[in-house]
């Protein structure tokens, strides 16, 4: 172990180490996103209810899209499309923030021994937080005009695990990079934009010709948003074996991910 944590082999050590710490900055900044504001917390649940309002309007009233097998209400798609949203955004949150995390947690750098890598998983955790809040929002609709979800929505859980591993992995990486190259911050932010697009969230992936879904299938968010969808709306169980590799996968990216940071960090000081 080195005065950076517990040394570039990742473990949970580091954030078992520091729970205590970790559970307070992540309910800072919870609390500190609505500080000063007239609703506070009540955001959270506004905010994801008026984006679906303007997604479903422009994509179920505008271009008409539907998911075959469906009722074709735009009721139907607004939930389907709502379960997209909820794991990219869970995503996208993270990669936005991470590049300038360490540039906006300076002092942490400079004046004080801190465990850095936690920074990513306090907004991941913040990130997680806000899901779980849009998915209360999605429960409640469901249940108003469906009635009980599918059982396969206790799967949720599963289904989350490789996308929370790829984000922190990634989150580690930018977050470092951005120290280093400013410019990253402004790409992310392009990047991610594209990435919601090129996701199947408000379109099935079964209306591309076959070429293209091949091609979809690079994204990793691909496979995920259509197993959250699966789940949540239409009663899918896992492949275990699909599922494991995806585990492996976002494991493997992020031990890297990790592994990166801390052999970075040494110059972050420098750059500051």
Not at 2 to 17: D, M, T
Request: include cysteine.
């Amino acid at each position: 172990m080195n005065q950076y944590g517990p040394g570039i082999w990742w473990s949970p050590q580091s954030l078992w180490v520091n729970r205590s710490l970790l559970y307070s900055l992540i309910k800072r900044e919870i609390a500190g996103r609505y500080k000063g504001s007239m609703l506070g917390l009540f955001w959270s649940f506004f905010n994801p209810i008026l984006m679906l309002a303007v997604y479903t309007f422009v994509f179920s009233v505008v271009f008409r899209a539907r998911w075959k097998g469906g009722t074709g209400s735009n009721t139907e798609f607004a939930l389907i499309l709502f379960t997209g949203l909820m794991a990219f955004s869970l995503c996208a949150e993270c990669l936005n923030r991470a590049p300038s995390l360490i540039l906006g947690n300076a002092n942490y750098v400079k004046k004080v021994i801190f465990p850095l890598e936690i920074l990513p998983v306090v907004v991941l955790g913040s990130a997680t937080f806000h899901f779980f809040i849009s998915l209360l929002v999605w429960l409640i609709f469901y249940v108003i005009f469906f009635g009980i979800p599918p059982l396969t929505i206790v799967l949720l859980p599963f289904v989350l695990l490789p996308l929370i591993f790829l984000t922190l992995g990634l989150s580690w990486f930018l977050a470092s990079l951005g120290v280093y190259l400013r410019d990253v911050s402004q790409i992310i932010g392009v990047f991610t934009t594209m990435l919601m697009f090129l996701s199947p969230i408000f379109y099935p992936i079964s209306i591309l010709p076959e070429k293209y879904q091949i091609i979809m299938h690079i994204n990793p968010l691909t496979t995920i948003v259509e197993q959250v969808r699966g789940v949540m709306i239409f009663g899918d169980v896992l492949n275990w074996f699909f599922w494991t590799l995806q585990m492996i996968f976002s494991l493997m990216v992020a031990w890297l991910g990790f592994a990166w940071f801390q052999k970075t960090r040494k110059g972050f000081a420098d750059v500051i």
